[in-house]
Each structure stands twice: as structure tokens, then as C-alpha cells.
């Protein structure tokens, strides 16, 4: 199969178990198992390749200018963890059916679940190492999901927050790591970068790219000192827990960690930042872990230590250490795998997981008694298990690496943490399963349904068949050592077996395992010395952090961004002035190489008026009214300046939107006050007169400087005008550069525009449902209102305007491409002439007559505009390239036909949509306080005279 | 210069004169106000003051395109002097 298709299957999928969820959870179930083992069988397809030591590549371009391209790569490595991926995801999707509950939303859940599978075979796949960043940053948020799928538990919920947070933090310096080392290499693919091992570590660089890649992969693997998240991502439901934790998310650090093998190994720093950390996180998991009450809480900290153990290994840097973890990779994803998804079946049989409330289960649940027993004595290092024979190599390297100088360190480290880790097993088999029987279990413990033993069952088999015949995975794990080591590395010719001889590593391993027997033996005054024992609880630290972490972010941002408009723009202003202010007195000033143009009378009185406008609008602000019909005159003679300045098209936009303000506020102003309180203190206002008039001077400045000169370089309308009718078929340059040179940021902005009118609508439906709703019922007009609602007059001029307003609306947005005009002033108008109707006819007679909602003419614009552009990839062009034609339609003249055409379509119909939303929204409110809502245009119609009753209540009514 | 376009040129500036003392004087009722009537009345005359400029600036210059502009103020102008005035009258504009 494609690797394409291996790493999209469980993206798609992702959709069908949404979309079965209400075919009931078996078909939920099934049809994700059938996606997982699609994938499944599609990577066995490539077996045969994999053996045969070849890669398999499958590359498309997708930046190529920054270096990101789709590549895929599947070798013995990366077929390895998919293996597992997949593997153990089919066995947790069948065992997740049985363990979700009735009330658990099944469709989500398995959502979730490909998701992160997608993401994960997706960092095993990829060859280009931003690709495999982004699938990274995937898994952080998919696991996310999945940890706190069980959102009402609050634990659910901080432990993801956690482990996002720590994950993605690791991830921001893994990317940072890896932009370095694409620097280096000058590649950002993999298969390009391992070729180049001594050219990394000569690099003066190479240091920073190792901390910084290696802070992403112990983030990730829950390595010292960021181990702290696992446990706690415990919260998840145990599926989760066993799918993430044992075989996949936290191996993503280590799958990292042996992909990067060959270039970053090898050097004093990574055997030093590695290996230490490896053996710290081996010997503190294992000792927390045997402390721990919780089952999964114990499983989570051997986990952690198990994860320290391959990280040790791999930073010994040796070949065998590399083989050893591989191999102990493969065995611990079987082992613990099996074991958690035993600890969700006890929890799920007996309704608790506190060891010390279990004991004696051993009888009651003989099954898993048996499959727990198995996994737990291999991860104590049993021999006929798995467990033991990675312990026993890991063991056997032990004595062969030297830390610090010291060569008893290592063995000793290991040694100690191989003996707790052998202790905690013990633990779990003897508190949990055997003992005597007890009576006060919170449920009935009894063995599960087959769907819930089968999966542990299958992997405790493979647990057994490794132990026993380890011959039979040894060519499989040299394969993928061989391919993690590249060319950095030859395989050992070592073989894995049960029986080495009287070697060291046996006596280690004899004194691990009888020590773990003693010290279980010495389990309760152990405890008692652990309890009393003060040690740093890694989540109160994690929660001062955060904590710290806000207030100074607070501190920061407060005082910048305290919600009041009014400091944003003086903080704006007096940033900007300060900046030009630098640049006028440091810079030097050209002569000027423009004459002043004459001013007539004419401009002089409009420049007057606005004078006399803004100056009124300062004196007169606090009546609202008054301001607004100020701001009226400023829009007026604004669009008539860009008349005069040869802008028909902005004189247009400008003075239809200022139409639309108008009304806007006027809907808004009457629910407020009539006057603007005095808020501020004089001086308060002195200060923000003195910005306020340095920001005017300063733009004065500024503009009459450039007025005078010739741009320093030449500026981008010369393009537009060149290439406007060649390039976009149109004459009007304003228009084409809208819906053609700059398109896409077109595109964004009405979807802007959209989300926006959502947004108000959103927030009135909200308002109307609170405490206002009772405000606005009781409501009564703050001034006496005059009787005609909705006068005769009105309604006839506006109805007749209705067909000519939209006429015109209609020729300019047809003639736009050409000449001045376009969707965005054609939707103003159109909406103008609906608002009118609104306002002459009534709310109610104008809504019984709209045929689609506003919600969806945004919708239909977005789309519009967005098909437009995608239509262009059927051609094999980019996103909103657009075409046009000339055609003829007898007996008109010839005409144009542009793509961009259909695009203004999408812009009008989205702004018809946004502003009539945010329009009706607003009145949405006076509805509920206003008493009537009357159906008729008009109060007295002579039409209706005839129906006596109708006539004398409107008439009534319109008295009231 | 023939006696046509001259006269045209003496029009045109008599016509630009009088809407701009137009304008400003309506600045001024609108400035002074008193009630808000006289202000709304205000703004609405100056709309119309500013159509006549617009049409008057096309003469002078000789584009059309500023006809479309003018077509627009006169066709739309009107709407936020009745909702001014709808404002005021019943308070909620849409009703």
C-alpha cells in the first residue's frame, strides 16, 4: 500500500466513527478495527521490502521553497513502530468496546483515537523532519483530547492540560532543534540529514540543535525531570492509558531519539545529557513506583522507568545498547500494554484500583490473574519471559559504559532500579492477585467477557512465545537495528538467548530479582520510611510554575492590555510617535522634489467643515446623538474629498458604510444614555488631549512630508496598473487587486467579516436568554414616543426605491471589474435597501418575507468565493488564479466573463449576509422591548378598511 | 475662449460658490443647533448640497463617473435622515 494512503487512512477514518455513533457501539467499534486494520494489512504489504533491508520512499512537493516537502519513508525503524502503532492499536480498539461504558460518547472516543494514530504513524513515516514536526505537534493535541476525554472528571482535565503543556513545550524547542539542524545540513529530509554525521558534529551549532531536539524527545518520553506528566495523564480512561503510555506516544521520544541515532550519537554531550537522564528516570521511576497504592499510578512510574532504561541505552551509544533497545522497546510495549489493560480490568471487576483495598484476587478472576501474573513477572526480569532478555542485555551493557569516570556507576544504577522495578512487579502480582481472599471489595471481582482478556491474552502470548524462542524476532530486531544505526554502526553479532553462560549480567540480574523478593518482604516498613520521608511533589511544583508563570504574564500584559479601548490607542500612539520621532531626528530630510499644489475655494470650505466638524465633535461629544450626526459630516465630506481626488470607488465604499454606521448606532444608542458620562478626571483628560494632538501633528507631518517627495522605491501600484488588465482581465485596478492580486487575503477577511456578524448574533441570542431578557420585557421608553409607527409614506417611497436600489446594486457589482464598483459596495447597497424596508415596513413584515436566513447568505458567500478558488486546482493551477474569457450572447455586445466575477459573488453575498446580520441581531433586542410587533406595513392602509375588526384594532393600535 | 464656455466657466463657478456658502452655513445651524431636528435637517440639507458638488465637480471636470456617485448619495442620502429622525420620534428604528 502507499505510504500516503498508510498515513490518510486513519486521518479519514477519523471521520466514520462520528458518523456511526448512532449505529450503536459495536458498529462504532467495528468500523474503526476495520480502519486500523486496513492500515494494518497495508503496511504488511511492504514486508517483503522491509526485509529485503530496502526503503521504501513516496515523495510529494509541498513547500519546496521552505524546504517542507511531503516525503515519506518506511524502513526497518520506522516499519517497526508502525508495527507497534497499528498492532497493539487494533488490540486496545477491541478492548476499549468492552471498557467504554454506556455513557461514554464511543464515536468521539475512537475519533480521538485514530487521530492520534494517524499522527503516530506519521512521525514513524515521515522523511522530512518538518513534516514529522507537524505530525508531532498532532500527537500533543490528539492525546490531549484523549486524556481528557472523560471531561467531567477534573483530574481528566488538568493531567491533559499538562501534558500538553509539557509536551508542546518540548515540542516548540524540538522544532527550534530541528531548524537548526536543517541549517546545518542544508536539508530539511531525513535520508539527507543521516548521510551527514560528521558534518553535524563538527558544527559549531551542534550542541544547541542536541539540547533542543532532545528536550522534545524527554518531554515526550516523560524522561527526568519532565517525567511528571505521565502519571498524571493517568486520568485518561485505561485504553488510553495503555495505548498512549505503553506502546506509542511516550516511544515517540524514543522513536526520535534512535531516528536521530546515527548523526547525533556518538559524542561525549549526547552520552553524558542522555545517559544520565536515562539512568536518573530508570532509578526514580521504579523506586516511586513500588510506593505507589494506585494500579495505574504504579504502572504509569514503572513506565516511566522503563523509558529511562531504553533512553539509557540509547545513550550509551553503542551498537549493542541500540540493539538492546530496540529489542527491550518491543518487549516492554507487550508487557506493560498487557498489564494496563489488566489494571482496567480489576478496576473494572472489583471498582477500584488502590492495591491496598485489592488482595486475594487470584481465585475470583483466574484469567487475569494468570495474564497479569505472566506481564508482570516478565517486566521483573523472569527468565522463559521477554522481559528478561532485554533486562539481561541491558544489563550486560551496564557493565560496559562509564559514567562520570566511575565504572561501578552504571551497573550499580541499574542493578539498584532493576531491583525495584523487580520488587513492584512482585508487588503487583502478591497485593493485588494473591493473598487471602477478602470480603469488603467495593463489587464482586469476577473475570470479563472474552473482549476485554482476549487483547491482554494475545500479547502475554507474544510475551511468552519472545521469552521462549527469542530466535524467532532476533533476524527481525537485528533488521531494525541495522536501519537505526545506518551507517554510523555495524549490527552485533551477538545473539539474543535465554542461556549465556555464568556472565556478569546473570548475577546481576539474580541479585535484581532476589532483591526485589527481599525488599517486597520489607514492603511495610519500607512504606512507612517512604511516607516520612520529604520528598518535592512534582505537580505542586508544575502548578507553581504555572502559576508564576501567569502573574508575570499578567503583570506584562495588564497594564497593555487592560480591555479599555482607550489605552490600547495611546499606548499605539505614543509608540508610534515616539518611533517617528526617533526616525525625524536621527534620519536625514530630503529637498523636496514636488510643488504645492493651489488650493480652490471649493476644498478650502470643505476643509473648513471638517474642521468645524472635528472641532464640534470635541466640544460636543458627550450628546450621542449629536456625535453621531457629526460623524455623519465627517463621512459626508470624507467621500466627498475622495471625489475630489479622483477615488470614485472609495467615495462609495465610504459613503454607504457610513450609511450602515449610522443605523448601527442608532439601534445600539437606544439602549444607552443620551449623554456620555464624565468618566475621567481632568488631568486624565489633559494627558490623553496631549497624545491626541501630538498623534495629529505627527501625521500631519508625516503626510506633508511624502505629499512633497517621490516615494523612496518604486511603489507596488505600478505593478497593479500594469498587469491589471493582462494578468486580471479587469480595468478597474481597485477591484482586480481585491478579488485577484490579493484574493486570498479577500478571502480571509470575509470570512472575518462572517465570524463577526456570527459572533454578534451569538452574543444577543446569549444576552436575550440572561438577566437582560427580563430587563428588556419590562423595559419603558425613556422619552414619550410619537404615534405613527410606521408612516404611509414611507412605506410606498421605500417600496418603490426597493427595485431601483437593487437594480443599481446589480450594475455595480456587474460592472466592478471594470470600472468603480465590485461585490463589497453592491452588498452595502443591497443591504441599505433591504434596512430601509426594515425600518419604513416593520421588523415583522420584512422577516415573514425573507426566504434564506443571513446565516446562511454568509455561508453562501464564503463558499462561493472559496470554491472559486479551489475551482483553479482542476486546471493545475494555485488557489484563486483566476481566468477570464470573452463571450457573446446575440443581440448584446460582447462581454467579459471573469472567474473573478463568481469570487465578487462570494464577497457580496457575504457582506449582504454579515452586515444584515449584525443589523437584525441588534434589533433582535428592542423586539423583546418594544410591546408590538405589528405584521402590517403600515398603520392605516385603505386596503384593509374593508375587514371591519382588522382595521379598527391596527387603527387602535397604532394610537397606542 | 469662446462666449459659450466662458459663460459656462462664470456658472460654474457661481454654482460652486453658492452650495459651498451652502454648506458652510449649514455647518453652522448644525453647530448651533437648538433642537435636534434643526441638526438632522441640517445634515439632510447638507447630502444635498454635497450631491449638487459632486454633479458640479463632473461638469467641471468632464467625467461621468462622477454621476454614479452622485446617483448613489441621492438614492441612499435620505436613509440615515430617516433613521435619525426615527430615532428620535420612536426611539427604536426598526420596529
Same mark, same amino acid.
Given at each position: ?960 | ?10 456658472? @460654474?463657478? #457661481? ?7 451652502? $454648506?458652510?452655513?449649514?455647518? *453652522?445651524? /448644525? =453647530? +448651533? ?19 449638487? @458638488?459632486? #454633479? ?7 467625467? $461621468?463617473?462622477?454621476?454614479? *456617485?452622485? /446617483? =448613489? +448619495? ?22
Amino acid at each position: 500500500m502507499s505510504l500516503f494512503i498508510l498515513v490518510a487512512l486513519p486521518f479519514l477514518g477519523a471521520l466514520l466513527p462520528g458518523l456511526m455513533n448512532s449505529a450503536g457501539r459495536s458498529a462504532t467499534a467495528g468500523v474503526t478495527f476495520t480502519v486500523s486494520l486496513t492500515a494494518f494489512v497495508g503496511l504488511l504489504t511492504n514486508l517483503p521490502t522491509i526485509l529485503e533491508g530496502e526503503v521504501v520512499m513516496a515523495r510529494v512537493d509541498w513547500m519546496p521553497l521552505m524546504g517542507l516537502n511531503f516525503t515519506l519513508m518506511l524502513d526497518g525503524l520506522g516499519f517497526f513502530f508502525a508495527l507497534l502503532i497499528l498492532g497493539i492499536g487494533l488490540l486496545i480498539i477491541a478492548y476499549a468496546r468492552h471498557y467504554l461504558g454506556r455513557d461514554d460518547n464511543m464515536g468521539q472516543f475512537f475519533t480521538y483515537l485514530l487521530l492520534f494514530q494517524g499522527a503516530m504513524v506519521g512521525i514513524v513515516l515521515s522523511d522530512n523532519i518538518l513534516l514529522l514536526i507537524i505530525f508531532w505537534e498532532l500527537t500533543s493535541l490528539s492525546s490531549f483530547l484523549l486524556i481528557g476525554y472523560w471531561k467531567h472528571l477534573p483530574e481528566g482535565r488538568q493531567g491533559a492540560r499538562m501534558a500538553l503543556a509539557v509536551t508542546a513545550m518540548g515540542g516548540l524547542a524540538m522544532i527550534a532543534g530541528m531548524l537548526i539542524l536543517g541549517q546545518i545540513v542544508g536539508s530539511y529530509d531525513l535520508s539527507e540529514i543521516l548521510q551527514h554525521r560528521d558534518l553535524i558534529q563538527a558544527d559549531p551549532l551542534y550542541v544547541p540543535a542536541l539540547v533542543l531536539i532532545l528536550l522534545g524527545c524527554f518531554t515526550k518520553s516523560a524522561q527526568f525531570p519532565f517525567h511528571f506528566w505521565l502519571p498524571h495523564a493517568m486520568a485518561a480512561p485505561t485504553p488510553v492509558s495503555a495505548y498512549l503510555h505503553s506502546a506509542t506516544m511516550v516511544k515517540a521520544g524514543i522513536f526520535l531519539m534512535a531516528r536521530m541515532w546515527p548523526v547525533l550519537s556518538g559524542t561525549p554531550e549526547w552520552f553524558v545529557i542522555v545517559t544520565s537522564a536515562g539512568l536518573t528516570t530508570m532509578v526514580l521511576g521504579a523506586v516511586i513506583a513500588l510506593f505507589k497504592h494506585d494500579l495505574k499510578a504504579l504502572l504509569a512510574f514503572s513506565t516511566v522507568s522503563h523509558l529511562g532504561l531504553i533512553t539509557m541505552l540509547l545513550g550509551t551509544g553503542t551498537a549493542f545498547g541500540a540493539m538492546a533497545a530496540v529489542f527491550h522497546i518491543l518487549n516492554h510495549a507487550t508487557f506493560k500494554a498487557a498489564l494496563f489493560m489488566s489494571a482496567g480490568i480489576v478496576d473494572h471487576a472489583a471498582h477500584t484500583r488502590d492495591i491496598r483495598r485489592l488482595g486475594g484476587l487470584s481465585r475470583l478472576m483466574p484469567v487475569t490473574f494468570l495474564i497479569a501474573t505472566l506481564a508482570a513477572l516478565s517486566m521483573a526480569g523472569i527468565p522463559l519471559l521477554n522481559g528478561f532478555l532485554s533486562k539481561e542485555m541491558m544489563l550486560e551493557e551496564s557493565g560496559r559504559t562509564v559514567l562520570f569516570g566511575t565504572p561501578w556507576l552504571v551497573p550499580a544504577l541499574a542493578t539498584f532500579g532493576s531491583l525495584f522495578s523487580a520488587a513492584y512487579s512482585f508487588r503487583l502480582i502478591g497485593h493485588v492477585f494473591l493473598g487471602p481472599k477478602r470480603d469488603d471489595y467495593p463489587a464482586t471481582p469476577h473475570d470479563p467477557g472474552a473482549g476485554l482478556w482476549l487483547p491482554p491474552a494475545i500479547l502475554v502470548a507474544l510475551v511468552v512465545l519472545i521469552g521462549v524462542a527469542p530466535f524467532v524476532v532476533e533476524p527481525f530486531v537485528k533488521l531494525v537495528t541495522a536501519s537505526l544505526l545506518g551507517a554510523a554502526g555495524v549490527v552485533p553479532e551477538a545473539h539474543i538467548k535465554i542461556w549465556h553462560g555464568l556472565v556478569p549480567a546473570l548475577f546481576l540480574s539474580l541479585i535484581a530479582v532476589f532483591g526485589g523478593l527481599i525488599l517486597l518482604s520489607v514492603f511495610k516498613p519500607a512504606l512507612r520510611l517512604w511516607d516520612s520521608t520529604p520528598r518535592p511533589e512534582a505537580k505542586a511544583i508544575y502548578d507553581a510554575i504555572v502559576a508564576a508563570a501567569e502573574g508575570l504574564a499578567r503583570a506584562i500584559i495588564l497594564p497593555l492590555h487592560n480591555g479599555a479601548f482607550t489605552r490600547y490607542a495611546a499606548i499605539g500612539a505614543v509608540t508610534i510617535f515616539a518611533a517617528g520621532y526617533h526616525a525625524w531626528i536621527t534620519g536625514t530630510l530630503d529637498a523636496p522634489t514636488r510643488t504645492m499644489q493651489p488650493a480652490g475655494a471649493v476644498p478650502i470650505a470643505g476643509w473648513l467643515m471638517l474642521l468645524g466638524a472635528t472641532a464640534g465633535m470635541v466640544l460636543l461629544h458627550r450628546n450621542r446623538l449629536l456625535s453621531l450626526i457629526l460623524i455623519g459630516i465627517v463621512g459626508l465630506m470624507v467621500s466627498i474629498g475622495f471625489v475630489f481626488f479622483s477615488a470614485p470607488d472609495l467615495a462609495m465604499t465610504q459613503f454607504t458604510v457610513e450609511v450602515v454606521t449610522i443605523i448601527l448606532m442608532l439601534l445600539a444608542l437606544n439602549f444607552l444614555p443620551n449623554r456620555t458620562p464624565v468618566e475621567s478626571s481632568v488631568l486624565r483628560r489633559v494627558r490623553d488631549a496631549g497624545i491626541a494632538v501630538a498623534g495629529g501633528v505627527a501625521t500631519f507631518g508625516l503626510s506633508y512630508h511624502f505629499m512633497l517627495r517621490d516615494a523612496v522605491s518604486t511603489p507596488i501600484s505600478e505593478f497593479h496598473l500594469a498587469n491589471s488588465y493582462k494578468g486580471g482581465g479587469g480595468t478597474n485596478v481597485v477591484n482586480v487587486i481585491l478579488v485577484d492580486f490579493r484574493g486570498f487575503d479577500t478571502y480571509g477577511e470575509i470570512i472575518v467579516l462572517g465570524i463577526a456578524a456570527l459572533l454578534i448574533y451569538a452574543l444577543t441570542e446569549t444576552l436575550l436568554r440572561g438577566p437582560v431578557r427580563a430587563r428588556l420585557l419590562n423595559r419603558k421608553p425613556d422619552q414619550p414616543r410619537a404615534g405613527d409607527t410606521h408612516p404611509m409614506m414611507m412605506v410606498v417611497l421605500t417600496r418603490v426605491l426597493l427595485p431601483i436600489v437593487l437594480m443599481v446594486g446589480f450594475y455595480i457589482f456587474l460592472r466592478g471589474h471594470n470600472d468603480p464598483g465590485g461585490g463589497f459596495i453592491a452588498g452595502l447597497i443591497v443591504s441599505i435597501a433591504v434596512v430601509m424596508q426594515y425600518m419604513a415596513s416593520g421588523f415583522g413584515w420584512t422577516s415573514a418575507r425573507l426566504r434564506y436566513p443571513y446565516h446562511g447568505v454568509i455561508g453562501a458567500g464564503v463558499l462561493t468565493a472559496g470554491l472559486t478558488g479551489i475551482g483553479s486546482w482542476f486546471v493545475g493551477k494555485p488557489f484563486l488564479t483566476s481566468d477570464f474569457t470573452y463571450v457573446r450572447i446575440p443581440p448584446f455586445k460582447e462581454f467579459e466573463l471573469a472567474t473573478a466575477m463568481l469570487f465578487d459573488l462570494g464577497v457580496f453575498l457575504a457582506v449582504v449576509g454579515a452586515v444584515m446580520l449584525s443589523l437584525e441581531s441588534f434589533s433582535r433586542l428592542a423586539r423583546l422591548a418594544s410591546e408590538v410587533d405589528d405584521d402590517h406595513p403600515m398603520d392605516i392602509d385603505p386596503s384593509r378598511e374593508e375587514d371591519d375588526a382588522d382595521g379598527l384594532t391596527s387603527t387602535a393600535r397604532a394610537g397606542v | 475662449m469662446t462666449a459659450a464656455t466662458e459663460l459656462m466657466d462664470i456658472a @460654474l463657478k #457661481i454654482a460652486f460658490a453658492t452650495l459651498a456658502l451652502g $454648506q458652510l452655513l449649514s455647518m *453652522v445651524r /448644525l =453647530l +448651533i443647533g437648538p433642537s435636534p431636528g434643526d441638526r438632522i435637517l441640517a445634515l439632510d440639507t447638507m447630502v444635498v448640497n454635497a450631491l449638487g @458638488l459632486v #454633479i458640479l465637480l463632473g461638469v467641471y471636470q468632464g467625467v $461621468q463617473i462622477y454621476f454614479e *456617485v452622485s /446617483l =448613489l +448619495i441621492a438614492m441612499l442620502g435620505f436613509v440615515s435622515t430617516v433613521a435619525l429622525a426615527r430615532f428620535l420620534l420612536r426611539g427604536d428604528i426598526i420596529e
